[in-house]
């Protein structure tokens, strides 16, 4: 059965996106059944070109991409989602809608690279540096037996993939 993780971030347009990307590619690299989905609490309509870039300079293809709701999460025939990521604080902060099948929640938060100085190489070297540090997250989320884990032991799991 295929784990679910939906990756939130306020305006899905950045790091939520770059998660996104980042967890589908390994995924089907590997071999693993998950599916990856971002969406924001505000979403900003649009998804941040820097993110497409860093995307597709890894080889990751980034058609279809769109900025959207968490709204469409919580509805039904949603897909039911295992684990519900926060990679901004303040996406961390709110006060989520109730996701179907009680996933398991972790807030994973980066710096927003859409705030870095340097013009836009500075923006580049920024959006590639978050889009390294978190495929290295979505790596070691991939290599977790999510098929043998029940919530207790995939929530510990996920929060020590935080300290590490």
Not at 9 to 25: F, I, K, P, W, Y
Not at 69 to 75: A, C, G, L, P
Not at 116 to 137: S, V
Request: hydrophobic share 40%.
């Amino acid at each position: 059965m295929t784990t679910n993780v939906l990756i939130l971030c306020t305006h899905n347009s950045a790091r939520s996106v770059l998660s996104e990307g980042m967890l589908n590619h390994w995924a089907q690299r590997l071999g693993k059944d998950v599916r990856a989905f971002s969406a924001g609490s505000a979403p900003s309509g649009r998804i941040n070109p820097f993110a497409l870039e860093a995307l597709t300079n890894a080889g990751i293809e980034t058609e279809g991409y769109r900025s959207k709701s968490w709204d469409e999460f919580s509805q039904d025939g949603a897909p039911k989602m295992r684990i519900v990521i926060t990679v901004c604080d303040s996406a961390a902060a709110e006060e989520c809608p109730f996701w179907p099948g009680s996933p398991v929640k972790v807030h994973w938060g980066y710096a927003d690279p859409s705030n870095a100085q340097g013009g836009d190489d500075g923006k580049r070297q920024a959006f590639e540096l978050t889009r390294q540090a978190i495929g290295y997250r979505m790596l070691q989320l991939l290599l977790l037996p999510l098929d043998r884990l029940d919530n207790a032991e995939l929530q510990q799991a996920l929060d020590g993939i935080l300290k590490s």
